[in-house]
């Protein structure tokens, strides 16, 4: 099955600076790769994703980038405000299943 | 909107007992999917199904079985509880294989003593 590495674990931001997210798969099939957040004491919400074919995706204040060659993609949270504290999971679905990351808990310091 | 409920948020079971944990959706999808969630260890998917009656494991099956009698709703069981089953539970759906977004219910605690 597919494997997906996440890092960093944690990440601790000023308001106003960026964050990244980095994430690495295995299987060179996976081709979805969607971001999710989730606040505490609530379910996952997707909140960008992006597909084998498409390189970048931008919404606002989130892009993500996908290295196909090397099989990464990257979280990028610019402008970060108090609310985009959360835990933020990458996944990788291959033949319709999604495998996920470990989280990475962002902290955003007024 | 879609809603994928959980019939539970938060269930206290003894070691051995066989749980059960209900799953519905509303919106005539075909997969569903069982997650447990533990902290730094992410989800990991225990058991899917694209059908009716139709189940396939998925990476941690183990003590887990599952059903799917109707399209709506599916069932996540274990069949003798263990305090490693202690975790939060959460079933998703799939809106389609063209549209391949998860929608999750808002996961059913469970702790086992």
């Known amino acids: 099955g597919e494997n997906v590495e996440q890092h960093p674990s944690t990440l601790s931001v000023q308001e106003g600076d960026s964050a990244v997210i980095k994430c690495t798969y295995s299987?060179?099939?996976?081709?979805?790769f969607p971001w999710y957040k989730q606040e505490l004491g609530k379910r996952p919400q997707l909140i960008i994703d992006?597909?084998?074919?498409?390189g970048e995706k931008k919404d606002q204040r989130i892009a993500v980038t996908l290295n196909k060659t090397a099989k990464h993609f990257s979280l990028h949270i610019t402008e970060t405000q108090p609310e985009d504290s959360a835990v933020y999971f990458c996944?990788?679905?291959?033949?319709?299943?999604?495998?996920f990351g470990a989280g990475t808990t962002v902290t955003v310091r007024a | 909107d879609v809603k994928v409920t959980q019939s539970s948020r938060y269930l206290v079971k003894r070691t051995g007992e066989k749980v059960f944990l209900e799953c519905v959706q509303d919106m005539d999808h075909e997969n569903m999917f069982w997650y447990r969630q533990d902290p730094g260890l992410g989800l990991r998917l225990i058991y899917f199904s694209y059908d009716v009656k139709m189940k396939e494991k998925g990476d941690i099956p183990e003590g887990y079985s599952v059903s799917r009698e109707k399209k709506e709703r599916f069932s996540l069981i274990l069949e003798s509880a263990s305090t490693n089953q202690t975790s939060m539970y959460l079933c998703a759906t799939l809106w389609d294989r063209a549209n391949e977004k998860l929608f999750f219910g808002s996961g059913t605690q469970l702790s086992v003593l």
């Open positions: 299987d060179s099939a996976s081709n979805y």
């Open positions: 996944a990788a679905m291959l033949d319709y299943k999604l495998s």
């Open positions: 992006i597909r084998s074919n498409v």
